[in-house]
């Protein structure tokens, strides 16, 4: 190959293909640290790239996780507030009926324990009806057991459509119909002091009905809240091992870059200078 020919700049070439490959790496290291990430397209680095997504998919599918348990939380706020309120409710239904077994209180009293005792049972029935969440009634008997699959709640909290990702709150709660019709409370009476004890009895199966599902709605709660924690380490593990694979080491990528600069600028140089060698040559003619 000969250097000497005024025609062809074989050196000249030479230098542009060298600061055409080292301006490339400039440019790719000015890209890596403005972006803080090493791949940034799958030519950099295909298999990284594909481990990054999937772990990327995986961190975003659990953050909607935990905004799914944060609503599954308010909803079992919901639940056992309303709950609450009839337990309440059935106390005071308690109270009157005790006060209405006792032989010690005229025909009068007995009508006005029933009307409130009537009142009650009516507000105990209006919570069951009227207590929902984002649109669904919580207390109607939806969220049993015994109602069909396809018909039952799942809170999703993992990546994917396993059972062991999503807690079922038929299966956990199992709330039957919280009325009074369902209690067994609808047909008492206080007006008599016989009534007021055969009420008794049954205010009281009711009201053990009612403690233990608030006491599978508290199970389900702290379970709801130990998940949250799962997740949380589980996303945070998932973003350092994503970090690790996709995100650029700035001093490196810093020491990379001026050295390619420096490359670079030298290649300049050396393109300059084979240029001049057509010159030396016509020096030669003359």
């Not at 999703?156 to 807690?167: C, M």
């Not at 038929?170 to 002091?193: H, R």
């Not at 300059?272 to 010159?279: F, I, K, P, V």
Request: no cysteine; charged share 20%; glycine share 6%.
């Amino acid at each position: 190959m000969s250097t000497n020919s005024i025609i062809n700049n074989t050196l000249s070439n030479t230098a542009q293909r060298f600061l055409d490959i080292n301006s490339k790496r400039v440019g790719q290291s000015i890209e890596r640290v403005s972006f803080g990430t090493r791949v940034n397209k799958g030519a950099d680095d295909v298999a990284s790239l594909a481990v990054s997504e999937s772990l990327r998919s995986d961190i975003r599918a659990l953050r909607q996780g935990v905004r799914n348990l944060n609503d599954g939380i308010s909803m079992i706020n919901v639940i056992e507030g309303a709950l609450n309120e009839q337990a309440g409710s059935i106390i005071r239904l308690k109270e009157l009926a005790t006060q209405g077994a006792s032989g010690t209180i005229g025909q009068f009293e007995r009508q006005t324990l029933q009307l409130e005792f009537t009142s009650l049972v009516a507000e105990i029935d209006r919570i069951a009806a009227t207590t929902e969440f984002n649109g669904r009634t919580l207390l109607d008997g939806s969220l049993a057991q015994t109602i069909q699959s396809s018909q039952q709640s799942s809170v999703q909290i993992g990546i994917d459509s396993e059972n062991a990702s999503r807690i079922n709150l038929n299966t956990e709660l199992d709330l039957s119909a919280s009325t009074s019709t369902q209690l067994g409370i609808n047909n008492l009476s206080v007006t008599t002091a016989t009534d007021a004890q055969t009420a008794l009895n049954q205010i009281d199966i009711s009201l053990d009905a009612l403690n233990s599902a608030r006491g599978r709605t508290g199970a389900l709660q702290n379970r709801f809240i130990k998940a949250l924690g799962n997740l949380g380490v589980s996303i945070e593990n998932l973003t350092a091992a994503d970090s690790s694979i996709r995100d650029a080491d700035i001093a490196e990528e810093i020491a990379q870059l001026t050295r390619n600069q420096i490359i670079a600028q030298a290649s300049v140089t050396m393109v300059g200078q084979t240029n001049l060698a057509g010159q030396n040559l016509l020096n030669i003619l003359q």
